[in-house]
T-cell receptor, first 115, second 114 residues
Framework: NAGVMQNPRHLVRRRGQEARLRCSPM?????VYWYRQLPEEGLKFMVY????????ESGMPKERFSAEFPKEGPSILRIQQVVRGDSAAYFC?????????????FGPGTRLLVL | GDSVTQMEGPVTLSEEAFLTINCTYT??????LFWYVQYPGEGLQLLLK?????DKGSNKGFEATYRKETTSFHLEKGSVQVSDSAVYFC?????????????FGKGTKLSVKP
């Protein structure tokens, strides 16, 4: 059973470009979470999705950031018009259910560098 | 809102020393508590968890007990190894409050010297 997969592992963008980060959850998992880790910081929740639905986006910046989890294919975190402050590691996690104590399994992350 | 506070690092220990990393939380209701470990350049791996008061999570020689009376979940290991060098994150999930997303502490970097 493959783990959570994220690609690309490293992404370099210039200011103003778009960044697309992809996450394939573990097989059988229908819940996806995105987190951002700034340098020397802990992870901060961004958005929680199920197939075709955004359940909780309370951690997403109001502008430039969007996320989707289509019926087919990976979950996508999209950052438009990137700025240097978007440089961070973005982690995706998945779980089979949303139950108390359910473990979230993390991918290896995408490290975004904005020049 | 819910929050997690863990001791600041970095923590530097000699091999075979005893490890404690303190973690306290603030949450409504009955959160579940987790310790995750992050090795350099990698994602987070679940180390252990506890879902109710007085539960003890354990794995690879690490253990932590869910103490509701002190709102704590301190991580301990009796004898650390060089391979334990990593960043350790305490986290909680609380379906009564945060809808299940994990809330993390800032992380504690552990370096173990031979």
């Amino acid at each position: 059973n493959a783990g959570v997969m994220q690609n690309p592992r490293h992404l370099v963008r210039r200011r103003g470009q778009e960044a697309r980060l992809r996450c394939s959850p573990m097989k059988g998992h229908s819940h996806v979470y995105w987190y951002r880790q700034l340098p020397e910081e802990g992870l901060k929740f961004m958005v929680y999705l199920q197939k075709e639905n955004i359940i909780d986006e309370s951690g997403m910046p109001k502008e430039r950031f969007s996320a989707e989890f289509p019926k087919e294919g990976p979950s996508i975190l999209r950052i438009q018009q990137v700025v240097r402050g978007d440089s961070a590691a973005y982690f995706c996690a998945s779980s089979p259910e949303q139950l108390t104590g359910e473990t979230q399994y993390f991918g290896p992350g995408t490290r975004l560098l904005v020049l | 809102g819910d929050s997690v506070t863990q001791m600041e690092g970095p923590v530097t220990l000699s091999e075979e020393a005893f490890l404690t990393i303190n973690c306290t939380y603030t949450a409504t209701g009955y959160p579940s508590l987790f310790w995750y470990v992050q090795y350099p350049g990698e994602g987070l791996q679940l180390l252990l968890k506890a879902t109710k008061a007085d539960d003890k999570g354990s794995n690879k020689g690490f253990e932590a007990t869910y103490r509701k009376e002190t709102t704590s979940f301190h991580l301990e290991k009796g004898s650390v190894q060089v391979s334990d060098s990593a960043v350790y994150f305490c986290a909680l999930s609380n379906y009564g409050g945060s809808q299940g997303n994990l809330i993390f502490g800032k992380g504690t970097k552990l370096s173990v010297k031979p």
